[in-house]
């Protein structure tokens, strides 16, 4: 099982900050604009334990259909999005909401897998590492555009 966690620190209130990742629609606006991410789901999704959300999106030009289900919502604190269908054999994306030095502490914790035994560990070292960590790389710099320590 392979992980990545990244911690942004954000000048905002929790609430608010809270209420930007509890619209499912913003995940598009977050996600770098090469993967050409789509929400499938009708908006707005009604985010709460048990909601799906069907996307489609490109890896490295392959098309791909990922749904996704709300395994836990603890809103203004945390939730955890799980793949149900999709790429990976296991993804588990974990987001914590802490107020933190008058701001707001975004962890984003993501166990994942990829099928295929020893292969997938393979193209895991090779490629799907750097990717996933560019793509998380991304959504903290829009984040950050979204969020400025000074509007």
Avoid: C
């Avoid at 999704?45 to 069907?54: F, K, L, N």
């Avoid at 166990?111 to 295929?116: A, D, K, M, S």
């Avoid at 790389?137 to 969020?147: S, V």
């Amino acid at each position: 099982m392979h992980e990545l966690e990244r911690e942004t620190w954000l000048a905002q209130p929790l609430e608010r900050v809270f209420g930007f990742f509890a619209q499912a629609e913003n995940l598009e606006t977050i996600t770098p604009p090469w993967l050409q991410f789509r929400i499938l789901t009708p908006k707005p999704v009604d985010m709460r334990a048990g909601a799906t959300i069907t996307y489609k999106l490109r890896v490295r030009g392959l098309p791909l259909r990922w749904l996704t289900e709300i395994e836990e919502w603890n809103p203004p604190y945390r939730f955890v999005d799980v793949q149900k269908k999709g790429p990976y054999r296991v993804w588990r994306h974990t987001h914590t909401f802490s107020e933190h030095n008058g701001g707001t502490k975004i962890v984003d914790r993501v166990e994942y897998e990829l099928p295929f035994g020893p292969l997938g560990r393979l193209v895991h070292a090779v490629q799907v590492r750097r990717d996933v960590e560019t793509i998380f790389d991304y959504r903290e710099q829009r984040i950050r555009q979204l969020f400025p320590a000074h509007p």
